[in-house]
């Protein structure tokens, strides 16, 4: 059987390096190509894709709204998150907005092939790192670690805050009013128990959350 891919990257470097690995595969082909999230959603929605290669980082439509707005037009399309940020940032909530697979950029380029097929044949690809994180994820939110309580959008806060990006550059990033961000980092404050963004650095470099959260 041969798959059909859309890859979704604005990095061009990034999409032609997958377009030739494939290229030497009898059981993929890059069949399409986005470079923002709007496009990603446009052709989602003119015809069937057999697997989405999906990086969080794009312009436009992005992260772990992105998957979901792919999910609710079509659920059944499996999606392989190949993304900058370690599994520790993003993995956990990325499979549960939907994707069936996280791959950081990072890691090793030999799994990109089995778990591009993992996942298009219908099944999960999760790392021993990611199974773990799993594992971690479902037990008792008392032993829960406060970053993780954190909805989906006041972690993609977070995380912007954390590169130190001002929080009117969030604003225009995620679409948002200013207020609406303003809210948000409140809100993180107060459920992490913090009180400033010093803080919020101190706590990510101490679990390991800084490592690769550029693009």
């Given at each position: 059987m041969?798959?059909?891919v ?27 190509e ?24 794009m ?54 092939l ?70 948000h ?31």
């Amino acid at each position: 059987m041969k798959y059909e891919v859309l890859v979704a990257d604005d990095h061009a470097i990034i999409r032609a390096g997958l377009k030739k690995i494939l290229a030497d595969t009898e059981d993929l082909i890059v069949a399409g190509e986005a470079s923002n999230g709007h496009a990603v959603i446009e052709q989602v929605k003119q015809r069937q894709w057999d697997l989405l290669v999906l990086d969080l980082s794009m312009p436009g439509r992005h992260g772990l709204e992105l998957i979901k707005l792919i999910k609710a037009e079509c659920p059944k399309l499996p999606i392989l998150i190949f993304s900058m940020h370690q599994e520790e940032q993003f993995a956990v909530r990325a499979l549960r907005a939907g994707a069936s697979g996280y791959l950081s950029k990072e890691g090793d380029s030999d799994l990109i092939l089995p778990a591009m097929r993992k996942v298009a044949s219908g099944g999960a690809f999760i790392s021993s790192k990611v199974a773990e994180l799993l594992a971690t994820d479902i037990s008792p939110h008392s032993h829960a670690l406060p970053h993780t309580l954190l909805s989906d959008r006041e972690y993609e806060v977070f995380t912007r805050i954390l590169q130190g990006i001002s929080l009117t550059e969030i604003a225009i990033n995620l679409s948002l009013s200013i207020k609406t961000v303003s809210t948000h980092k409140s809100h993180i404050l107060t459920k992490m128990g913090m009180s400033s963004q010093v803080d919020l650095v101190r706590y990510a470099i101490e679990h390991h959350l800084i490592e690769s959260l550029g693009q």
